[in-house]
Structure formats: C-alpha cells, structure tokens
C-alpha cells in the first residue's frame, strides 16, 4: 500500500492545530479551509478563468537561477529591505506558476532573504489556510517551496544563488516553479513585498520558442554602476583562482575602465605577493600609476577614481588625467608583478603616436624635457610599500660620446634624504661587468672654481644645487677645477633639485674619460648601467643610441668642467 507522506504530514500537522485552536476558530477557518477546500488543494485546479491573461512569448522558464528567460515579464516594484524587484508567470499550459525575486544581501552566508520575505495568497473567496502563503528556506546548494504551515510544497522547484562574496555584499536571485493543484482555486491575488498583484494580470507564456540572441556583443562604453553587463564586449584575460580569476581593461576617452572578478580563495583586495592589493598601471614609458583596492570597494592612491565592488566583481575609472606620461599604450596588473593584461591604447584619439616623438634633453636642472623619455622604476620597499606610489624612477641614455641621466623620487622616506638619495651609493656599470665600474664622488666648485671635496650632499635645504662627478679613486688635491691634477678628473656633472614632495636630478658624464680610465675604447661600450642604492638596488640600463620608434633625440650640454654660474633658466649654463 502506497503512502501520500505529503498528505499524512498535513494531517498531522492540521490534528496539532485543532489541539491547541479555539472551538470558535475550528468552526469557521479551519472547515473554511482544510475540510472544504483539500481536494482542490492537493487536487486539480479549475484555470479556465486564465485563459483571459495577457500572453507573452516564451517557452516555458527553467528553475536554474539564470535570469535571462524573464527579460520579457514584467517587473514588480519591491518595497522591501533587500528586494529589488519581483516577477510571476504562468506556464504555457497552465500548469505551473513560476515565481522570481532578485535584491541584495550583505555576505555570502547570509540566507535570511529566502525566509524574510514570503509570499501572500489571497483568494476571492476567503480561502485560507495551508495554500495562503509560499514561503522559502535555502542555503547554498538547496532551496525548498514551502506552505503556509511550513510543509514541502509538492512537486515543486525552487533554486537559489548568492552572489555576495565573503562580506562583499552582492546580488541574490530566487526562482521557483509551484504546481496550479498547490491553490485552492485560481482566483487570488499575490502580495509580495509590499505590491499586490492580482492573477488575471499575470501574463501566461505562450509556449514558442525564443532564439537566444548568440550575437557576440557590442561595445557601447562602460558605465560604472555595479551591473557588469556592458564588460560582455570586453575581452577578459585570465588572472589566477585564488584572489583574482579575471581581469579586462579598457581605455576610452578621457577615462581608463578595469574590471577584476575575485578567485575562489579570497578578493582582490587581499591580492599580491604581500596580500595587500595595490596595482598599478604601467606607460609603455615605464611609468606606473599604484593604486589599491579596498574590500569596502575604496580605491586608495589616485584622485578622482570611481569604482563599485559588487559580489565578486569590480570595476573601477581612472581619469586619464591621473595617469603618468605614456606614448601610445597601458598596461594593468599586480604592483611589482608581470601585467595581465599589456598593449592597451585609447579606442579614441588622444593624439598620441608612436611615430612622432622627438627627445630635445638638455641639461639645465628643469627636468621637463625627460618625461617623455622611457624610464625604470627604482623601489626599495617592494610590493609591501605602505605608499600608493613608486619609490622612485629612472632613465639613461647614451649617443656614444655622452651618457645623461635623469632620476625622481617622491617616496617621503626617500625626501627625508633631501640629495642624499642622489648622491651616495651611485654605481655606473659598463657591459654589465663589475671590471668595468665607475663609482662618483661628487663635490661643488665655488664661482672661482675652487674645489670643495667634501660638501654637504644630503640633508640639503629645498631649491637647486649642482655637483661635480670625480671617481672614488681621485687622491682630491687639486684646487681648483681649472687646474686638476691627473690623479683627479672631472668625468661630468649633476644638478639636484630638493623638494617638499619631489627630488629629482639629472647628469651627465663623458664616455672618452671613462674608456680611459678603464683602458678601453668608447665603442666597446655595449650596455651601460645605474644603480642609485639609497633608492633601491634595480639598474638602470641604456644599451646605446635609440633607433626604431624614435626620430631622434638631441642632447645639449652647454660648457665642460670648468667655471659655471648656474641659473635655473633653461640654456643658461655659462663656461
């Protein structure tokens, strides 16, 4: 003999009810209800009043908690915590009512939404009892359609999904299907969420098909709203699955958009080698641009960012007026890791080229004429840095007779150093070969020209001061520049500038002297290297003229080692 458990369950229950009920009430809702009225809810239902509904095309809609075959059914406003909007269908053949509601909640542990919020019957007749109410429970691979009496609804299906991540709040989605025999009758109207809704207004599919739109889609701009839909047309470049699973970027206009979906082991904000996620991007010139992500969906480090956090997704602009100086092309990835994704140029003309850039440097202590040089960042503190910046950065080149040089800080431990940063620690590689080095000592040479060889080099008040380079090695008796020994040669010079957020210098020295001191010739000089330890210990490198993209580059350098007067004026360096 086969058992309705359904049935002995709501029995059951309904035998407890009479226990604990009034008489009063025994005689009017529960014969109203239970006795009168549980054939037709465990039974067929008469549906022929639906006929009249409004029809919208759409097979039937499958429980799976993918949204997309709901576009074309009317939302209801939800005026509930949490609930953004809700639906309702009928099945094609009448058999089914399909249920859909979609809000936020707070983490991905939080499933009070399936139980919050349920769902009112209220039938024409009065009807009440064990079919007036639909309620849900859930956790994270199962969800149950429950009655008003908390019993499984038979034969139906419900599914949930959680899009918060850890305790990023993100979007929710339930969907549900409950069988027509479930009602009493097919005369009632559903509240949920505070908007009611009467069934006859309830559109009914009508069983056609419709083809799923596969065409690829359609760039039309992103906007930063925490929906992610318009990131479709955007190629995504896989990161890794712990903290990062995707990223994209797109560079539009005035502003560089990036997205980044979390991994399955954390977010974005916990990414990188010290777990701090700070990202930068980088200029095809070598300059970066560091930033990091909040979990709160904050960006921390660049002015005038706007960023949403949703789930697992991010997506933030950055105007591209924060960016530093580039030539073409952007770059994004960890800080001090390989980028995810390179070679990004504006969809929209900047103005920027490839092919047009002429380098005019001059050595004048203005610093200018370098920013559009190629540079390399210099750090010290690694990915750990406790600034949303670079330590600092920096560029040589050579033309064969002449190296120049220029370098920057902004890091504050670095400015503490005020020249120092500059000036000490300072190692030139030739060939990448430790036989072949120049370590400088810098001194200053009064307007006499008398030499002092032990000046103050750091800790120097804010403005601009100019060294002579010498060689370590110099036995530092001559007098005055104008009549050096040979023992003491003057191989170039250095203008420093000390500032309360920025230090910066530039340089140059002359190859002849150098190959002399080495016993080479200039022309075997293949590669030649920087490396300023007080900044860090990356080397700078040039491996000689610059050719390809770059026209050409004109070096101007007014005066030997002799007498100068300095003016901070472009070309006023005077011998």
């Keep these: 003999m086969k058992h309705n458990y359904k049935r002995i369950t709501a029995l059951a229950g309904m035998t407890a009810l009479l226990v604990s009920m009034p008489v009063s009430v025994y005689a009017g809702q529960i014969r109203n209800t239970y006795t009168a009225n549980l054939s037709n809810v465990l039974g067929s239902v008469d549906v022929s009043a639906l006929k009249g509904n409004p029809v919208v095309k759409g097979s039937n809609i499958v429980v799976d908690s993918d949204t997309d075959d709901w576009d074309d059914i009317t939302s209801r406003t939800a005026d509930a915590a949490g609930v953004k909007l809700w639906k309702a269908a009928v099945s094609s053949d009448y058999s089914k009512l399909y249920f859909m509601y979609e809000g936020t909640v707070q983490t991905e542990w939080d499933y009070s939404y399936m139980g919050s919020n349920p769902v009112s019957i209220t039938y024409a007749d009065g009807t009440t009892g064990i079919s007036d109410k639909i309620q849900f429970t859930g956790w994270k691979d199962s969800a149950q359609a429950k009655n008003s009496w908390y019993g499984d609804i038979e034969n139906s299906e419900t599914v949930t999904v959680n899009n ?67 990131w479709d047309a955007v190629k995504k470049y896989d990161a890794h699955n712990e903290c990062i699973s995707k990223t994209a970027m797109m560079f539009d206009g005035d502003y560089v958009y990036v997205y980044v979906k979390d991994g399955t082991g954390g977010d974005a904000s916990g990414a990188g080698t010290h777990s701090n996620g700070r990202y930068s991007i980088t200029t095809d010139l070598g300059y970066e641009l560091v930033f990091q992500l909040d979990s709160k969906g904050y960006v921390n480090g660049v002015d005038g960012v706007d960023c949403r956090h949703v789930g697992n997704q991010w997506e933030i602009a950055v105007p591209k007026s924060a960016l530093p100086a580039y030539n073409k092309t952007i770059s994004f990835g960890l800080y001090r890791s390989e980028p995810f994704i390179s070679g990004t140029a504006n969809i929209k003309d900047d103005g920027s080229s490839d092919d047009k ?43 064969g007779s002449t190296v120049l040089g220029h370098v920057y800080t902004v890091m504050p431990e670095h400015l503490n150093e005020a020249g120092g940063e500059f000036t000490q620690a300072v190692t030139f590689k030739f060939n990448d070969s430790y036989n072949q080095v120049l370590y400088p000592r810098f001194v200053t040479v009064d307007e006499q020209g008398n030499i002092n060889w032990n000046p103050k080099s750091d800790g120097l008040s804010d403005g601009t001061y100019e060294f002579y380079m010498f060689d370590t090695s110099a036995w530092g008796t001559s007098k005055n520049i104008n009549e050096l020994n040979d023992a003491d040669i003057c191989y170039g010079k250095m203008i420093v500038t000390v500032g309360s957020n920025r230090d910066e210098c530039e340089f140059y020295f002359d190859l002849d002297k150098v190959a002399q001191k080495l016993g080479c010739d200039v022309s075997d000089f293949k590669q030649i290297s920087a490396q300023f330890g007080r900044l860090g210990q990356e080397w700078i490198n040039t491996a000689g003229a610059s050719s390809g993209a770059w026209l050409g580059l004109f070096i101007c350098i007014a005066g030997t080692c002799g007498v100068v007067v300095y003016k901070k004026k472009k070309g006023s360096i005077q011998v």
């Excluded at 559109?203 to 318009?230: M, P, R, S, W």
């Excluded at 004429?369 to 920096?394: C, F, K, L, R």
């Design 357 to 399: 850039i002429i380098y005019d440097i001059r050595y004048d202590g203005l610093y200018g004429d370098w920013e559009y040089y190629p540079h390399t960042t210099i750090q010290y503190s690694t990915a750990g840095a406790h600034h949303n910046m670079v330590d600092s950065a920096g560029a040589l080149f050579s033309n």
């Design 164 to 230: 918060a991540h850890g305790n990023t709040a993100g979007p929710y989605v339930v969907e549900t299907a409950i069988p027509f025999d479930f009602f009493a009758n097919s005369d009632f109207k559903i509240t949920f969420a505070g908007t009611t809704v009467d069934i006859k207004d309830i559109e009914v599919l009508d069983g056609q098909k419709v083809e799923k739109d596969d065409t690829e889609a359609v760039y039309n701009g992103i906007v930063i709203d925490g929906e992610f839909a318009d």
